[in-house]
């Protein structure tokens, strides 16, 4: 009896021996444990003060997991979540650690950056001058003159870090093998992270030929007339003078260049009027082309009405002496 007692024994036992190497073998042959990374996108919570700008944050971090085959098998990185928070954020350099949810039963082995290093600057804006690079050089006989920027200045808004080191913002400028004057509308060059309002800005260069010049005045013409109650003030004229290029016979017979006539038919108020001007024979070129005039009316005086005859005046004039 106690030989059979110990034949079942052993028998049990080794049943639970072969049932536990089964299970180690289904559990580590068949679905064994191994690591698997995913680069999983890194989303923000809380809110960042205004006014402020938060550099160093990476768009993805690489979580590194541990898991079973089976539980690894269809597993996506968009059912990882990375988050790190934003909020209380003070001016100056700081690091936020990053929090990561997994699917269950999978355990994280490494998340890298496991915390991520922000810098935290003000934002500020101000007005910076354009400057225009110039690329390439006119046809032969031909010369560039200064360029001329619309607007001069653009506003550039960004860290204080690094508006307060801009200067001036260039647009870049082609004029290889111009014959004439050019006007582009051109994209202003910013450093990444700043923006500028407007990010275009118009550029006009003026090209002539090469030869002597002189500045002229301009003298404004005029054609009909004002109304009968209203009496012509002044005309400005911007600009007052031109740059004038021609043979120096030709300039030297020059002494004021003459705008189109401009109409006073029907004006009763101060007007602005953009008007081109008249080219003398000889002239190759005038920079610019065109001017305005501000014209400047107003009503007339209304006259004293005169005693009739037969009155006398009440305060007759005094005679002089002899």
Request: aromatic share 2%.
């Amino acid at each position: 009896m106690i030989r059979l007692k110990w034949s079942n024994n052993s028998m049990m036992l080794l049943s639970v021996l072969l049932a536990l190497l089964l299970w180690v073998y289904v559990t580590i042959v068949e679905n064994p444990v191994k690591e698997q990374d995913f680069r999983v996108e890194l989303d923000t919570r809380g809110e960042v003060a205004q006014g402020v700008l938060v550099d160093g944050l990476p768009k993805n971090v690489v979580v590194r997991v541990q898991g079973k085959t089976a539980q690894l098998s269809g597993i996506r990185a968009t059912d990882f979540q990375a988050t790190v928070e934003l909020g209380a954020l003070e001016e100056g350099n700081t690091s936020r650690p990053v929090h990561v949810t997994v699917p269950s039963g999978l355990q994280v082995v490494q998340v890298n950056p496991a915390r991520v290093n922000l810098t935290v600057e003000k934002i500020i804006q101000k007005q910076v001058p354009v400057r225009v690079v110039v690329k390439g050089e006119p046809a032969s006989g031909y010369s560039a003159l200064e360029p001329v920027v619309q607007p001069a200045a653009v506003l550039v808004k960004g860290s204080a870090k690094i508006v307060n080191q801009l200067k001036s913002l260039e647009v870049t400028a082609n004029i290889i093998s111009a014959t004439q004057n050019l006007e582009q509308v051109l994209m202003v060059q910013v450093p990444t992270g700043v923006s500028c309002s407007p990010d275009r800005v118009k550029v006009i260069i003026p090209v002539t030929r090469t030869m002597p010049s002189r500045s002229l005045p301009v003298v404004p013409r005029y054609s009909g007339s004002l109304p009968e109650a209203y009496q012509l003030v002044r005309a400005i004229v911007q600009p007052a003078t031109v740059q004038v290029y021609a043979p120096v016979e030709v300039l030297n017979r020059l002494e004021s260049i003459s705008t189109e006539a401009v109409r006073l038919d029907g004006i009763t108020e101060n007007t602005l009027k953009e008007v081109r001007l008249l080219v003398p024979e000889g002239v190759v070129d005038m920079v610019p082309g065109k001017v305005e005039v501000a014209i400047q009316v107003r009503l007339k005086q209304t006259q004293p009405e005169t005693p009739p005859p037969d009155e006398e005046p009440e305060n007759p004039p005094v005679e002089e002496q002899p």
